[in-house]
């Protein structure tokens, strides 16, 4: 495996070892948490199908983490008019506790993942990932 797939399987796994303490504390599953905070960062996606397309998690695990997080009241679902197949997934009031602690501890991860680094290192590697989103950019769109 080369250097930067082992470093993406790295970060990935120094993520979830962060993060469990908050979820076994709020007696959440990991793959729950995950998608309570990808709808909370990111709320241009709002459906469990952006969450298996963007988050890659396997469709079982999304619903049933979803039904999990509607049955405790951290989300509910809300129809789409005129497409009754769509459902969007909406954070609850209840929620924002909990999200409000994620945030904290994803903020605390990536300045532990920079400690040891500069101004100057952050914003060339800041750099090198817009140039890089804008290549994934170009490729995806060729493939399409």
């Known amino acids: 495996m080369n250097a930067s797939m082992e470093f993406a399987r790295k970060l990935a796994r120094a993520y979830a070892a962060v993060c469990k303490p908050l979820c076994r504390e709020l007696k959440l599953p990991q793959t729950a948490f995950d998608i309570l905070m990808f709808l909370a960062n990111n709320p241009s996606y709002q459906t469990a199908g ?14 049933v983490n979803v039904d999990k997080l509607v049955r405790e009241g951290y989300l509910r679902r809300e129809a789409v008019e005129g497409d009754r197949r769509k ?17 904290a501890v994803q903020s605390a991860f990536f300045e532990r993942l920079f400690a040891h680094t500069d101004d100057e290192m952050r914003a060339s590697f800041f750099k090198t990932l817009a140039i890089m989103d804008a290549d994934l950019d170009a490729m995806l769109e060729k493939e399409s």
């Open 50 to 63: 952006d969450i298996v397309e963007i988050r890659r998690i396997k469709a079982n695990l999304v619903s």
């Open 87 to 103: 459902t969007l997934l909406v954070c609850t009031e209840q929620a924002q506790p909990v999200i409000v602690r994620g945030r």
